[in-house]
Every structure is written in C-alpha cells, then in structure tokens.
C-alpha cells in the first residue's frame, strides 16, 4: 500500500529527474493534514529552511506568511511551498506560491476533504459576501471548478491524511528526454562572451543582447522584456546590468520592493565576481560599484527623483508598478521595462493595457522582446499548465478570425450564468479573457468573484459561439437605514462603491436608498472595436434590468476617450476624485444613467452639486487634471437628456458682473481682479457645448479651463496651448469671452461690448 511518505519520495524524485513540479494535495482535518506535510517533507528530504508555509498557524517548521502576505514570494525561488487552505482558498495566494516552486520542487496544498469542500464558507468567501449578501449567498462554482481540476491533471498526488491513504498518486511516468543544447551566443556581440556562457536558454541571450545598444549615448531608447513567471527575464536583466556598470555605464534598479529583484542582483554580483571585483553576499548591499560604473536599487518613491544619476534605468516587475510612475520613468535616456504577462505579479494587467499607448507615443526607440522557454522547471512542466487553467491566467478572446464579422445586428444578447460558465470553459476563458484585456487590475482573486460573488453578474454579446464583448456588473444600493447611517458616519461598504462615495464624501444619505447595477468592466473584442458593440451591449444591458433597478453606473480612471464613450451612452458625471488612482495614474471619474424616477432624481441632485463644486476643486486638488477630462465631465452633465438638473445651474451674476465679464475682450477688466462670473460663465458653457458647438474651438475650451477654472499661470498655458506669447494667449482669452457672452450675456453686455470694439 502506497503511503505518504513514499508518494512524497516518489513525486519529488520524479520531478528532480525531469526537471518539473508536482503538487502534493493533502486532506482532511486541519491537525493531520499539517502533521502529514511534515511527515512527507521530511521524507521528500526536503529541508524546512527551503520551505515556505503560506497560512494562519503558528509552530510550523517552516517559514511562515499570511496568505494576504503571498506577494513576498515574487523574486524568489523555494523547493517547497506549503498553502494552507483551512482558512481560505485565495487565488492571487495560490498563484503567487506556484510560481514560487523552482524545478524538481513541490507545491503541498493542505485542504479539507475535497467532496465537502465546494460547500464550505471560508474567510475568502466572507469578503465576497457585500451587503446587503451575507455568506450565505455566496456559491461554490470556483472550488468545485478548482477541485475537479485537482482530480483530473496531471502531476498531482491526492492523500486522505484522516484515513491515512493515498487517493492519486499523481506520478506522470515520463519518457526519457535528452537534456536540452546549451544557448549560442549570438555572432556579433558587443557584451563579454562569459555574459552569454551564464544564459540558460536562447531566450535569455536574446534578451540580454537587446541591451547592448545601451551602451551607446545616442537617441532615447526604451526595451520591453515580457515573458511569464519562471522563464529568466530578470535574470537576464541582471546579467545586461552588471555588464553596462562594468563598461562604465551607471546603472539604477527599482521594482515594487527590493526583494523582487533578488535574481537580477545576484546575477549582477556573478558578473562582478567574474571580473575579480569584491562584492557583498546576496542580500547585504543594495549597490555594486565597478568604479566608473555602478548598480544600484532605488525604490519606486525615489527612483524617479535619481534619474539625473542613471545612464540606464532597469523596471522590474514593472506590471506591478503605477502607470503614472512607468511615465515617469520615460525620462531616462534608456530604459528597460521588465514585466510578467499574466497576472498574479499583482497589478494584473496596467502595464499592457494603460501604458503600451503611451510608451509608443513617447520619443523612445523600443525594442520588444518575449521570454517563452523556462528557465527554472521543464517546458513539460505539468503544474504550469495546470495553475494556467484553474486560475485562468493564460485566458484570452476568440482569434480574430472567428469573429471577424461580428455586428450589434448579428450578436445575440445573453446572460452569463456562473453556472454556463462552469460548464463550458471555452465561454469562461473567452468571457475572463475579455475582462482581463479591458481592465489593468484584473487578477486570479477576480475568476473566484465572477463565479461566486453573489452580488455580481455579467452579460455579453455573443456571434456564432464566441463573445464579442462583456460586461460585468455589481448590484449596488438598496441598503438598510442603519447601514446608511454607518456610511454617512464614514465606515466603509464593501461592494457599493458608488453609494459609498455619494454617501460619506459627498454627505448624501439618501443616495444608499436606490439599487442599481454599477458597471465594472465592459470590454469589446480587440479586433471589433468602433463597431458599436460595446454600445449596444449597454443598451440591452439598460433595457433588461430597467424593470429591476434605478440606475446604472460607473466608475473608472477618467480619460477624455472614455468620458466622450460613456456621455453617448447616457451617463452623467457626478463625480471626480480628487487624487490620482496609484496603479492608473488617472483621476477617477463616477458617472450614473437613471433607469427609473428614483435614480433620475439621485443623479439630479448630484449632478447639480458637481457642477456647484467643481470649479473650486479645479483651482486646487484637480489644478493638473487634462483640461480635456474636464470638458467631458462637464459636457456629459449637460448632454444627457434622461434627467433634468435639481436647480438648474443658473449663472446668477449681478449687473456689476456682468459689466465686468463685458469689459474683458476689450482689455479693460482684468480677469484675475474677479474670477468668479468668468468662472461660472465657463462653466455654464462647457455645460452646454456639444460635439457640434461653434462658438468656441477645443483649444479656446482648453484655455477656459486651465487659465480660467484651474487657474494655471499664464505662461505654462501660453506654452502648453502653442501661444506665440502670454499677449496672445490673453487676447485668444477675451476673443473666447465675447463669444460666450453674445450667447449668455443680457442685452446690456451687447452694449458695452460694442462700447469696447
């Protein structure tokens, strides 16, 4: 009879021998599945200094880390990782701790008996209860999926530690292969030839050869190495930086933390040694020196402010970093981005989807590059293949070709049940893989809430099979008088984000009354776009639930692109934050489209308070926001015909102000004497312009807001605006007013500005 002790033996054998993983999985009860880890450690030879236990118990053997804690793994390699799964099932932990495991290694899951398992509520699922949920409302979809997913790949051993017997033994009897050829340097190479010999992969070598044109001085330059976990990017990066330091070059490093870029220095400090140069152990100094030239790590808060030291400048795990910090570090004259594809580095997907634009509008010549053969473990590892599918990390669209004539006119309109999902994989990697490309925070934990979170649902546009575009969105509101209070109190919501913000910063207590449905991804096929599917998506969306509830909503990272796509699909702003969100570098944006009286009435109220409030916040926590965003927040108030405004913004200026206001064209009033009527014209105008308006250019819109609503100095907006002079850009200014006035003005400020002709 098979024991623990031996199936251990066995898996980490084999895997040693093909250079691959296994996962060990032991259930049962809390106590025997612990005691039965150790037991199979031990017997696996696996020593408990190289062992990582993610989980709530104290008294292991091993290094222990909270499951919240799990990104402490990322930049380092372990033989064992243990995942406690008693507590919780967290998908961002599990990810974390497969790519972890090195080859040959062994990832152990402690979980309870697996039939009961989908049934039972963890701590996970305590936070995907939001009110007014409670546990009980949450399902079981995304364990049974991941349980059934255990039982059926390969390279995976299943143990009964209460009965003491194996269920699955999870050896693959793998045929014998050759080793695989070592890496050929390229023919022409500027770097070392003993740089290249360190390589593993042809790979490798080719992402280190793409930092040789560093060493030139020349024109800006930036490089992108993606690749997924384990395939040696970092290292490589490593092995290019201590290269350019010993060439003279001065190096600067920086990630989310200093561990993540353990590999890249340690291959740095190879460099170093071969050379003869003395450098400290891994883990002592955070900076090499090769005399003229150096490596040094920087944290992000700092990195930035050292560009003037840096001849070259390496971002790893940049996936992981603020898309407003990645700009930023466009002002080094040579960059290296170094980024996972897909998603548990844990900011899931800002780098491809808010940067890429922005990398390539910028003066930088940039080179890409993909890593796709494994560094660490086997190209037939069968773990990889597996924490893939149950996480869905590799999900995608349908290719191009399949859907290729897809129209709103031949899509069909369905809901996609949890349920559906589970039981056609094709449609939940199509439909996850859609929401993974619309939004740069989506990640493994956000497969468990689109499967479980009963306050979640999502529909889509479906042609011949395949989704075209999808749409999740979250049941907000409907809140019980003492929740609401609490809110209005300033405790915190889960899962009612846009009743949370009306409620607590913007002191409404009635705005947790009404339910409505909040958008919180809608994304089209890549292939489709402009077609007006997401469009259309909206419109059904809008047409199914406006039986059920008030309002639908939104909240996003406010781009003048997407403002001008939500304001042609009925929404309203209400809101902009006032700070930049830390991952998107962007200023967030609410935005509501009433369905019912209750919701027209809350979005009235709070688009009037908008406009009341905004030209105070513009001249002070949003004095840097694109003018461009201010125009659309204001332009969807004014544009959206489903509500009517509670209190009309009237311009409510005296005849004083009036004269003031009149005496501008001409250059008699000085616009910084009284700000306000101009302010308040401005905005009443923005209110109502339209893609069509006349009256005013977009540049002469974008003068009103940064001159006159953020209150910008007339020289940065001369410069800014393309202004020969500051005398220009201030006659461009009164040129603007009177045209507002002749369509606001009464008819005694056509008087005084024919006065002033």
């Known amino acids: 009879m098979d024991t623990v002790e031996g199936v251990a033996r066995a898996l980490v054998t084999e895997a040693g021998e093909t250079n691959e993983r296994r996962v060990l999985v032991v259930t049962g009860g809390r106590d025997a599945t612990r005691r039965a880890a150790i037991d199979a450690l031990e017997a696996a030879e696996i020593p408990a200094a190289a062992t990582t236990y993610l989980g709530t118990v104290e008294g292991v053997p091993w290094k222990r880390l909270s499951p919240t804690r799990a990104g402490e793994l990322l930049g380092t390699t372990r033989e064992s990782v243990v995942l406690d799964c008693h507590d919780e099932l967290r998908p961002n932990a599990l990810g974390r701790a497969v790519g972890a495991v090195d080859g040959g290694g062994l990832l152990v899951l402690l979980a309870p008996p697996l039939d009961a398992w989908p049934d039972r509520r963890d701590d996970f699922d305590e936070g995907l209860a939001v009110p007014p949920f409670d546990v009980s409302d949450v399902t079981g979809h995304f364990r049974r999926r991941f349980v059934s997913l255990l039982r059926a790949h390969r390279g995976i051993a299943i143990l009964d530690a209460d009965e003491g017997i194996v269920l699955r033994r999870g050896l693959t009897d793998p045929p014998q292969t050759r080793p695989p050829e070592p890496p050929t340097p390229p023919a022409d190479h500027r770097f070392p030839a003993a740089v290249y010999d360190r390589c593993r992969t042809d790979d490798q070598v080719a992402a280190v050869e793409a930092f040789e044109p560093f060493l030139a001085d020349d024109s800006p330059q930036a490089l992108v190495v993606e690749a997924d976990r384990g395939r040696g990017k970092s290292s490589a990066a490593g092995l290019a930086a201590g290269t350019l330091a010993l060439e003279g070059k001065s190096v600067l490093v920086t990630a989310p933390k200093y561990r993540n870029t353990g590999e890249a220095f340690a291959r740095a400090r190879e460099i170093f040694s071969h050379e003869g140069i003395d450098v400290p152990e891994r883990g002592g100094k955070r900076s090499l020196d090769a005399g003229d030239g150096w ?46 594809v897909h998603g548990y580095e844990g900011a899931g997907r800002g780098f491809s989807v808010r940067f890429r634009d922005r990398l390539a509008a910028s003066d930088h010549a940039v080179t890409e590059l993909s890593l796709t053969r494994p560094v660490r473990y086997s190209e037939t590892d069968p773990v990889e293949a597996w924490a893939f599918r149950a996480l869905a990390l590799d999900a995608s669209p349908a290719v191009d070709q399949l859907v290729a004539d897809a129209e709103p006119a031949t899509a069909t309109y369905r809901s996609l049940d949890p349920a559906d999902l589970l ?52 049941r907000e509101g409907g809140l019980a ?81 997407l403002l001008d796509f939500w304001r042609a699909n009925g929404f309203a702003t209400v809101h902009l934050s006032t700070t930049r969100n830390e991952r998107s570098g962007e200023y967030s944006a609410v935005m509501l489209r009433p369905t019912g009286d209750a919701g027209s009435q809350l979005l009235s109220r709070h688009a009037a308070w908008f406009c009341r409030r905004l030209p105070g916040a513009l001249s002070d926590p949003l004095d840097d926001v694109d003018a461009d965003v201010v125009r659309g927040a204001l332009r969807s108030v004014g544009g959206t015909t489903d509500y009517e405004l509670e209190a009309d913004y009237d311009l409510a200026l005296d005849d004083r102000e009036w004269r003031f206001l009149a005496g501008l064209p001409g250059g008699v009033s000085i616009f910084e004497t009284a700000p306000r009527p101009l302010r308040r014209l401005a905005v009443r105008y923005l209110l109502d312009a339209t893609a069509d308006d006349d009256a005013l250019t977009a540049r002469e819109e974008r003068l009103l807001v940064r001159r006159v609503l953020q209150g910008e100095p007339w020289a940065s907006v001369a410069d800014g605006l393309d202004y020969h002079s500051e005398r220009e850009c201030k006659r461009a200014l009164g040129d603007a007013v009177g045209s507002v006035l002749s369509r606001y003005g009464p008819p005694s400020v056509r008087d005084e500005l024919e006065r002033f002709e």
């Open 481 to 561: 008088g003492d929740l609401r209070a609490e809110m209005y109190d300033g405790a915190r919501v889960r899962g009612n984000m846009i009743p949370d913000v009306l409620t607590s910063q913007l002191r409404d207590e009635r705005a947790g009354v009404p339910v409505g449905q909040r958008v919180v991804r809608i994304a089209t096929h890549p292939a489709l776009r402009s077609r007006g599917l997401g469009s259309h998506l909206l419109d059904r969306v809008h047409d199914e639930v406006s039986e059920d509830v008030d309002w639908l909503g939104t909240g996003y990272g406010a781009t003048p692109r």
């Open 295 to 340: 490596v040094a790590f920087a944290h992000p808060g700092d990195a930035l402010d050292r560009l003037d030291e840096a001849d070259v400048l390496v971002v790893d795990e940049a996936a992981a970093l603020p898309v407003g910090f990645l700009v930023g570090c466009l002002a080094a004259p040579a960059v290296a981005f170094v980024t996972t």
């Open 423 to 474: 039981a056609d994989e094709h449609l939940l990697r199509e439909a996850f893989g859609l929401l993974v490309l619309a939004h740069y925070r989506t990640e493994p934990d956000d497969l468990a809430r689109l499967l479980d979170a009963p306050n979640l649902s999502a529909r889509a546009l479906v042609h011949d099979g395949h989704v075209v575009s999808v749409a999740l969105l979250a």
